[in-house]
């Protein structure tokens, strides 16, 4: 069974850092693109980052430049570092497994999500 468990969101202070993880099933991990995407209250789901299983990265606009997303084969976790974050980084943040892409569609498991809070 695909399992995916997000941890390291919290709240921080406006120009703070946080870095996420998520960590997967072995056999998720090898065969899929692991994205990461964020909902912020009353708003759909919003793409952020993705890696292949091959480590190519693909980012939105949005957070190009702030964000980073890697992972650790060896503990088959994706990361994602969140730099000078903004008020309107404030939502549910959550990883996905799928075939890639920007979309939900695209991901087939979802961990359950780690609120990341931004204060001014």
């Known amino acids: 069974q695909v399992q995916l468990v997000e941890s390291g969101g919290g709240l921080v202070q406006a120009g703070g850092s946080l870095r996420l993880s998520c960590a997967a099933s072995y056999r998720t991990f090898n065969r899929h693109t692991m994205g990461w995407f964020r909902q912020a209250p009353g708003k759909d789901h919003e793409f952020l980052a993705f890696i292949t299983w091959s480590g190519s990265t693909y980012y939105a606009d949005s957070v190009k430049g702030r964000f980073t997303i890697s992972k650790d084969n060896a503990k088959s976790t994706v990361y994602l570092q969140m730099n000078s974050l903004k008020v309107e980084d404030t939502a549910v943040y959550s990883c996905?497994?799928?075939?890639?892409?920007?979309?939900?569609?695209?991901?087939?498991?979802w961990g359950q999500g780690t609120q990341v809070v931004v204060s001014s």
């Open positions: 996905a497994a799928g075939t890639g892409g920007t979309t939900t569609s695209r991901y087939d498991y």
